[in-house]
């Protein structure tokens, strides 16, 4: 009952940036931790970043620390992650997610899911 649509994706080149969007509806979006996490063709899904209810707290993987950001506006109902210094290994699809319990950076804490917005990162 938690509607989410990612938007931002695209092909960039090694070094570029970009800032995914995650419009949320049907439930009060403030109640929820929200995550981002993403699937390469042939992986397993993983984890990229996770943000609190207040946005007070925010964690990341190793491999984005410095690079990306979560944050989110709870007056427009919407998380974003931005992605900076992109490296080719970045290529994915990027899932953002809704949590009722604590922004861990797991993928099956995450009750909510939107479609996923493709990330290309050209060498």
Do not use: H
């Not at 969007?21 to 992986?43: E, I, L, V």
């Not at 109902?77 to 931005?82: A, K, P, S, W």
């Not at 992605?83 to 804490?109: F, Q």
């Amino acid at each position: 009952q938690v509607q989410l649509v990612e938007s931002g994706g695209g092909l960039v080149q090694a070094g570029g940036s970009l800032r995914l969007s995650c419009a949320a509806s049907g439930r009060t979006f403030s109640s929820y931790s929200m995550g981002w996490f993403r699937q390469a063709p042939g992986k397993e899904r993983e984890s990229v970043a996770a943000i609190s209810w207040t946005g007070g707290s925010a964690y990341y993987a190793e491999s984005v620390k410095g690079r990306f950001t979560i944050s989110r506006d709870n007056a427009k109902n919407t998380v974003y992650l931005q992605m900076n210094s992109l490296k080719p290994e970045d290529t994915a699809v990027y899932y953002c997610a809704a949590n009722r319990g604590p922004p861990v950076l797991v993928s099956r804490s995450y009750d909510y899911w939107g479609q996923g917005t493709q990330v290309t990162v050209s060498s």
